[in-house]
Each structure stands twice: as C-alpha cells, then as structure tokens.
C-alpha cells in the first residue's frame, strides 16, 4: 500500500512534467519489493534519460526489462541512450542482437535506422546498405537516412539505386541537396547520360553549403562542356 501511495504520487508528478519531485518517488519504489516495482524503474530510466543521466538510466532501464510489460520498450531506450553517447560500437552490437532476435520489440525500425546510422559513421558501407536498404523502401523515411543510403550505394557501385535516392533530394537547397545534385550528376556519368549529368552539375555547382563540392561540380561541368564542343567540331 505505502509503495502503492509513492508511485501515484511520483506519478502525479511526472505527468504534471515535475521530473524532479517525481524522480525522487520512483527511486523510492525502485527500491521496495511490490507490483510497482517496475514501473517505477521504467519512468525513473526516463527520466535519467532526460537529464543526460546516462548510465543511471541504462540499470534503470534494465530492472524495468525484467518485468513483461516493459520488456519490449526498454531495448529502443538503451540503443537511443548509446547513440547520445556516440558509442556506436554499442549501438550495433546491442541494437542487432534485437533486431536478429525473435522477442516483441517496440520500435524495431527505429532501431535498425540508428544501427544503420552508425555503420555509415563508421564508413561501413556494405553494413549500412544492410539495414537501411530496406528500411528507405516502402516508407516515408528522413531526409537524411535517404541521402545515407545513396551514398552508401554510390560507394558500393550500386549506381542505379543511388541515382533513385539521391533524385529525390538534388532540387533541396541546403548541404544534403547540393551533395545529393552532385552525386546524382556522377550516377549519370556512370550511365553516359552527359546531359543529366551536366545539369545536375549545374545544380551543385549553383549553391555554396560545401566549397569543395561547388568547385568539383564547377569543373566537371567545365570538362562535360568542353568534351560536347569537341564532339561537336569533330
């Protein structure tokens, strides 16, 4: 009954946004044996979470796991808490174990985003095709896990697929869509599509977010030109 009355008032408190009163509850029940044992230690986890306590966060989170109802929801938390701390080791090995792993997990596509993320940090590029080629296909996906797995694509040789992905960021003007035009502009290179590849150079080579990517396309544009005038007098 007394860990009963702590964890609805901690309760009270986290709905309110009151985190720190509520957190002082929750640890309070964490510690005693009853059915709200878990649940405490799940909003508690959170919490810590919020504050940037990680590893506070992670025990807590892992108490909350034994427990059926909180077991699906803790492992997206833990891969979320190893990513703010750029252990990207930690993400993979943990987040594909429960990817590979036949439990109910709750945001599971979430986690295979983040563990393809980290293969890409980590200029892993095969891996990062692995899990973020089929989480880009059949779904409304971010800006920049499409722009990830074109040039994941685009280093592996996987022209056509790349060309797909970057078509729908080469007209966004900020960093990601000039990369994005440029990169696109070397598919159809690949393709011998001069044409496509001087106006996507036209493109990148029209906005200044990356220097180096204006110079580039600057002079690949110059040197598409230059062939066509040759081509042309010949």
Not at 121 to 142: A, E, Q
Not at 159 to 181: C, V
């Amino acid at each position: 009954k007394r860990a009963e009355t702590i964890f609805s008032l901690g309760y009270s408190y986290f709905v309110e946004k009151e985190y720190k009163k509520s957190l002082s509850k929750f640890e309070k029940v964490q510690h005693l044996e009853s059915p709200y044992q878990y649940a405490s230690s799940y909003y508690a986890g959170y919490i810590y979470f919020k504050n940037g306590d990680y590893d506070k966060a992670i025990s807590a989170f892992e108490k909350a796991a034994e427990n059926e109802t909180y077991a699906p929801v803790v492992p997206f938390m833990i891969v979320n808490i190893y990513y703010h701390q750029n252990e990207y080791d930690k993400v993979i090995e943990y987040g594909s174990e429960v990817i590979a792993s036949k439990k109910k997990v709750s945001n599971k596509n979430a986690i295979i985003l983040l563990v393809g993320t980290c293969y890409f940090t980590k200029d892993d590029y095969p891996n990062t095709l692995k899990y973020l080629k089929p989480y880009v296909k059949g779904r409304k996906s971010s800006v920049g896990a499409k722009y990830r797995v074109g040039y994941a694509a685009f280093k592996q040789n996987e022209y056509d697929f790349a060309e797909t992905q970057f078509k729908l960021l080469a007209n966004d003007k900020d960093s990601l869509g000039q990369a994005s035009a440029y990169y696109l502009g070397h598919c159809y290179l690949k393709h011998q599509n001069n044409q496509f590849a001087k106006n996507s150079f036209k493109v990148s080579s029209s906005v200044s977010f990356n220097k180096e990517i204006q110079a580039n396309s600057i002079f690949n544009l110059a040197k598409l030109q230059y062939e066509d005038k040759q081509f042309g007098q010949a």
